[in-house]
């Protein structure tokens, strides 16, 4: 008698459209696809297009337009914008559903990225479960949904916030957007739309993990079906280290900065990286190249090529190192490592405590404050850099940070505390930690 063979369970992973989202959705659909699982991974075809595609053999990457490849007169507004790329991208999703049920293999399940809440409504639609993912933490999470919710007033009305599960929050250390051309903070509405639909969900998951963000996360699982999964990028460290790089939208040059790095001594290095999209002024720029030569440290700085004109004229130190685009985490996990001054997003952020690594925080915009805030309150992992009366964070300032965090009085504390994140952090994906089960967990669900 012939052996019965076993379908494997079928999930389209739809991940948003930037580095920040691709990077921790790429981690947790490869890591799903490791446990048994086929995974087809839909991007768009303008990112298909634009992307450099690597090491993504264990999943089936598929293409979807949201239209945002055609060269049509640009909508006038944000919300055109985004209604546009919505009307797009759900009709052909739901053509993609239809067309993948006649296979041998339909999808059972949509894991979408939690800023696309509409991909829930075609899912369903079509008869499928659907599940989103959030790239952002667990309290940033919580925020949108009383911004949504409408016990948290937007524009913010009261100079502090006390909302459950979280610490006292200053106006400052709440989403915004302030420092953009955003005047009706549409996209905060946006995000806030991540609860539309939530109470239809099968399970949440969030690219964080419980013994970072415990209470907030309780909070949350007493309402949703969440499950904590993160940090997803080291839950593929076992199969395919340092794996950020296989969708890329920025370009490795020759990574000579490896032996620049193992050149140096142990704790020696400042790294600055503000991520795949925040972007400085040139005066803001110029103040941190000073402060940077001023902290008389070794430092290595990512400058995408579409920030490098904002750099001093001929601006060039012999204690630094300037690269447009570097494999993030293996050199947080560079010995030569001293701290890390960052935008604070959350892939970052995740990426540093999971090394070790200090931060200086300085944060841009949207869930930046928040990080920051628990960066410098709650985790003590690292120092917030305030933002001076002109809006400019000054030389002398970065450069008395840098003094802190790097042998300064608090830096050993700040050390202390993020070595015991890295192991939390460590523990958390590894057999038997709470972000392993929690994928087991699902993974026997799906499977039965
Ligand atoms: C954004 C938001 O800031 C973030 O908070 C949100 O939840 C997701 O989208 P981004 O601003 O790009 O992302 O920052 P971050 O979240 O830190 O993600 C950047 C990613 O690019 C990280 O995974 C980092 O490892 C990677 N990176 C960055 C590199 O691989 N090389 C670099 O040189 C710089």
């Known amino acids: 008698m012939a052996a019965a063979t076993i379908t494997k369970p079928h999930v389209l992973f739809v991940p948003r459209s930037a580095q920040g989202h691709i990077n921790p959705a790429l981690a ?4 799903l696809a490791s446990e048994g699982i086929n995974v087809t991974f839909i991007i768009t075809t303008k990112l298909s297009k634009s992307a450099k595609i690597s090491d993504c053999s ?4 598929d293409y979807i337009s949201d239209g945002s490849e055609e060269e ?3 909508p006038k507004t944000i919300e055109a914008y985004y209604k546009r790329i919505k009307a797009v991208f759900s009709a052909n999703l739901a053509e993609f559903i239809q067309r993948q049920k006649s296979t041998g293999s339909p999808a059972k399940l949509v894991i979408y990225d939690s800023t696309m809440p509409w991909v829930l409504d075609v899912a369903q639609e079509w008869g499928l479960l659907g599940a989103p993912f959030f790239t952002q933490s667990g309290a940033v999470s919580s925020i ?4 949504k919710q409408g016990s948290l007033k937007f524009p913010y009305e009261d100079s502090t916030v006390s909302l459950p599960a979280l610490p006292t929050l200053q106006i400052n250390d709440l989403p915004s957007l302030s420092k953009f051309m955003d005047s009706n903070q549409t996209i905060l509405k946006l995000l806030a ?8 969900a099968v399970w949440v998951f969030i690219n964080t993990f419980d013994m970072l963000e415990k209470e907030v996360v309780e909070w949350m699982a007493s309402r949703w079906p969440i499950k904590t999964v993160g940090p997803t990028f080291l839950l593929q460290q076992k199969y395919d280290k340092f794996s950020n790089q296989t969708i890329s939208l920025f370009e490795l040059k020759l990574d000579s900065y490896k032996e620049w790095l193992d050149s140096k001594e142990a704790g020696s290095v400042i790294y600055v990286s503000f991520g795949s999209t925040a972007s400085l002024g040139k005066e803001q720029m110029e103040e941190l190249a000073f402060g940077l030569i001023k902290s008389n440290c070794y430092f290595f700085w990512v400058v995408r090529s579409s920030e490098m004109d904002k750099l001093p004229h001929n601006f060039n130190s012999e204690k630094g190192l300037i690269v447009e685009w570097c494999n993030q985490p293996e050199v947080l996990a560079h010995r030569a490592l001293a701290c890390f001054i960052s935008h604070c997003g959350w892939n970052s952020t995740l990426e540093a405590l999971s090394y070790g690594v200090p931060l ?13 805030k628990f960066i410098q309150d709650v985790w003590r992992v690292g120092v917030a850099i305030g933002v001076g009366e002109n809006g400019i964070i000054g030389r002398e300032e970065i ?7 790097v042998g300064g009085e608090r830096s050993i504390e700040l050390k202390r505390n993020a070595c015991k994140f890295k192991k939390l952090a460590n523990e958390a994906v590894e057999y038997g930690g709470t972000s392993a089960n929690n994928i087991q967990d699902f993974v026997s669900k799906l499977m039965s």
Do not use: G, P
Not at 28 to 31: C, D, G, H, L, V
Not at 193 to 200: C, E, G, K, T
Not at 360 to 372: E, K, P, S, Y
């Open 58 to 61: 264990s999943i089936t990457i």
């Open 144 to 147: 949108f949904y009383h911004l």
């Open 72 to 74: 049509v007169k640009e």
């Open 28 to 31: 947790f659909a490869k890591r």
């Open 360 to 372: 200086i925080a300085m944060a841009q915009w949207v869930d930046q404050n928040t990080n920051a």
């Open 399 to 405: 450069a008395m940070c840098i003094a802190q965090v």
């Open 193 to 200: 739309d991540q609860f539309l639909n939530l109470d239809r």
